[in-house]
């Protein structure tokens, strides 16, 4: 995949460093600040009506949409990792972790720490 130099690694980073800086602005004239002020349940709860709208525009086969919808979940996602005092280098370096491993053993990696009471989830 061709990547532009305006669309690199930062960008998430840059993201979430202005949704941290929104997080306290005045509700009446900031999204981000908004969402904090209505609380966690709503927060969650954008995140699960951009998940559905991502998964209709994925099949329907709208890859403009799919991109849309996928930038406004993902957003959403970084305003919850924000609330819990993440970054989105977190779950980068959780993916740089997860490289090379298949999805499979992944998978019973999780379920063998869970079953052992060493996952926390």
């Known amino acids: ?15 979430a460093d202005v ?7 005045d509700p009446e004239r900031s999204y981000v600040a908004r969402l904090f002020a209505r609380g966690p349940d709503a927060i969650l709860k954008k995140i ?4 559905t709208e991502t998964v ?4 329907d086969g709208a890859p403009e949409r799919i991109v849309s919808e996928v930038a406004d ?23 740089a972790r997860r490289a090379g491993t298949s999805g499979l053993d992944e998978k019973a990696s999780r379920q063998a ?6 996952q926390d989830f």
């Not at 949704?19 to 602005?25: C, N």
């Not at 699960?48 to 998940?51: D, K, S």
């Not at 720490?113 to 060493?118: E, H, K, L, Q």
Request: hydrophobic letters at 50%.
């Open 48 to 51: 699960g009506e951009e998940a």
């Open 113 to 118: 720490s869970a079953a052992d009471g060493t």
């Open 19 to 25: 949704i941290e800086a929104r997080r306290g602005a």
């Open 1 to 15: 995949m061709n990547r532009s130099a305006a669309h690199d690694d930062t960008t998430l980073a840059r993201l």
């Open 56 to 59: 209709m525009a994925a099949k």
């Open 73 to 95: 979940l993902w957003f959403h996602c970084i305003v919850a990792l924000t609330l819990h005092g993440l970054r989105p280098e977190a779950v980068l370096a959780e993916l």
